[in-house]
């Protein structure tokens, strides 16, 4: 009923703040504030960059394109993991959840704090996220020919497609004609996990409780 409760009051929260919106020929005359501001800031910090550490810059590191997508790929891949864990907590996919680990079997890397021992479902968790993690790794590292790669290889196929993507900034604020199935779309979702993920951290962290508990209390209860 959780869900339905929040999704209720979200509705006639909408209904409700759709009363008091200006009408569209109000806004339309309201002038939106200068990005061209912050869009010189980051366009010198990638010319200052490119400049210092050419080395850097031509492998795609450093404030690039190329790196912000690759970090937002990590960031939603994240996401996903996250969320399946919180599936897998609230279906009862842990057995023994609960359960503490037994110091003599797993050792001092089982202990939180003197012979006090984590339970089985932060165990099973802490290795599905390490597990993703190295998955994560072997797609940076090695990845398959029909991918882009995590630096700017000479030798690859894609490479001059890279090089025209990274030579393309995203901007501070979304464009909206380049949605779809496109690289900008791609960076822009990787930008929303990557706060996402911060904002998951700094909240569970003021809640004293996990990162878990916090995307279900997000999504009104829908794991568990």
Request: with cysteine; proline share 6%.
């Amino acid at each position: 009923m959780a869900p339905l409760r929040t999704l209720a009051a979200l509705f006639l929260a909408s209904n409700s703040a759709s009363a008091f919106a200006p009408s569209s020929s109000i806004v339309s005359r309201v002038s939106r504030p200068s990005t061209s501001v912050a869009s010189s800031v980051f366009d010198d910090a990638v010319k200052d960059w490119s400049e210092e550490y050419p080395d850097f810059a031509t492998w795609g590191w450093g404030p690039s394109t190329q790196a912000e997508i690759w970090n937002g790929r990590h960031a939603m891949f994240g996401w996903v993991v996250m969320c399946a864990c919180a599936y897998a907590k609230g279906h009862g996919l842990i057995p023994d959840a609960d359960a503490p680990l037994n110091l003599k079997e797993w050792g001092t890397l089982s202990t939180i704090s003197g012979k006090d021992t984590i339970t089985n479902e932060r165990a099973i968790i802490l290795i599905a996220n390490v597990h993703a993690f190295f998955v994560g790794v072997a797609a940076t590292v090695a990845p398959l020919p029909m991918s882009d790669t995590l630096l700017l290889d000479p030798n690859h196929p894609m490479y001059e497609w890279q090089v025209d993507r990274n030579s393309k900034l995203g901007g501070v604020f979304p464009d909206l004609g380049r949605m779809g199935v496109t690289p900008h779309a791609e960076l822009i979702n990787g930008r929303m996990a990557m706060m996402g993920i911060i904002a998951c951290v700094a909240y569970s962290g003021i809640q004293g409780q996990s990162m878990i508990d916090t995307i279900n209390e997000w999504v009104g209860g829908a794991y568990f």
